[in-house]
């Protein structure tokens, strides 16, 4: 009867050890799947940075409404008098100057082109949004993977903890061996908190980029990775890049910009003809050296200023040079982004090249070894350091899968960014 009673308190303890270890690791907490094309679809609707940005285009615009802005119409008004009888005089008129030379219309084109470019400048900026939520969206998910393999790494070796401490109540193990398998798995859940924490920040920074307040949930990534074998060929990539990406729509439309400078400058240089109109009140005099009735005049004239002191050369050379720095820039840009598709498509192949080395069966030998020598320790054919040994590359050999998948996923991300094109749907 009482070794009926010593194997029912192994079991017990068994039992108990295996539910302790694994209460210690919290992962249940409000939680959210998001996928891909609903998490990007938020960002774009949500982000506050991008919302924030989109208010360059309405300031652009007002500018517009500015520059139609006409000289407004000045009303003068001037009374005297005096204390010899000359009688009082009020005089009143209109002034406005008229812009020659078209300083409204150079102005107006101006600021329209400010628009475009600012509306360039926008989906630029939507595209980094883009590839910056991508990485994020792709980090949550590798910390995820992480996180489970060393949770999976974790409750396989807190049971070979358990299993030893009932080996060594039978007298299987030593008492060291058994020690140093619950040591193993102490120093398992050290990681396994380690990746639940960078887990869990991941997806804060998920709802920050999404523009949403984290309250009591947290919204979790999922992908089933399966749009992202893809087949490039560089010519057309680069081709496709010079038509799309904004930045060097922007960088044109900075020369376009400095043109309309240009042409204000010049405009600006013209000048300006301000006429006026008035009335002239004359109140009677009764002085008797020379007096005169009540008598009223009207008063017109125009002005022109004189531009000997001021042509305004400096405004032109700074128009013509910005014209000049623009074509520069351009020309960068563009050559820049070659260089961008190229890098990103080198980049692209060689981690698809990567990839491919999992499908020779890398994942499932280790784990089949692994399995194998924790079969062998419980029969007593294999030491435990060849166990941890096993498990350690097991886990390596994961980790470095998801690593590369995420390598992957982000140089097909890049690659999109570089060329200025987004159909990613993963």
Known sequence: MKP?????????????ITSTLQAQVDTSFAKKQLSYTDFIKQVKENNLEYAAEKFTV????????????????????????????MGNNLETGLNWTVE????????????????NLNKYLLQDFLRN????????????????????????????????????????????????????????????LNEVYKAESEWKNSLTSLSLIMG?????????????????????????????????????????QTKNVSQK??????????????????????????????????HTGITAGVSIPLRFLNNRKGEVQTAQYSIQKAEVEYKQIELQIETEVTQAYQNYINTKKQMQQFSNGMLSNSKAILEGKIYSYKRGNT???????????????????????????SALVKLERSVGIWDISF
Not at 4 to 16: A, G, M, Q
Not at 100 to 115: F, H, N, P, W, Y
Not at 230 to 235: G, M, Y
């Open 129 to 188: 949004l883009y590839y910056d939520a991508s990485l994020q969206f792709l980090e949550c998910i590798l910390n995820k993977n992480i996180l489970d393999v060393q949770l999976n790494s974790y409750k396989t070796l807190s049971n070979l903890a358990a299993s030893d401490s009932i080996r060594y109540k039978l007298g299987d193990i030593t008492l060291t061996d058994s020690k140093q398998s619950k040591l193993e798995a102490q120093f398992m």
């Open 261 to 294: 400078m240009l042409q204000l400058a010049k405009a600006n240089r013209v000048m300006d003809l301000g006429i006026n109109a008035g009335l002239q009140f004359n109140g009677k005099a009764t002085n008797e050296e020379a007096p005169s009735p009540y």
């Open 4 to 16: 009926v009673y010593n194997i029912f308190k192994i079991i017990i303890s068994f039992l108990f």
């Open 100 to 115: 020659l030379g078209g300083k409204r219309k150079a102005r107006i084109d101006l600021a329209k082109s400010q628009v």
């Open 58 to 85: 309405n300031l652009a615009e007002a500018e517009v409404e500015n520059a139609k802005i006409i000289p407004d119409v000045e009303w003068t008004t001037e009374g005297s008098t005096n204390q010899k009888h």
């Open 383 to 409: 030491s435990l350091l060849e166990v941890l040994d096993a498990q350690r590359t097991y886990n390596d050999v994961q980790e470095n899968y998801y690593q590369t998948l995420y390598s992957y996923c």
């Open 212 to 252: 949403k307040k984290q309250k009591d949930t947290l919204y979790t990534a999922y992908s089933t990775f399966s749009n992202f074998n893809r087949d490039f060929v560089l010519a057309d990539l680069i081709t496709t890049a010079q038509n799309n990406r904004a930045d060097l729509q922007a960088a044109l």
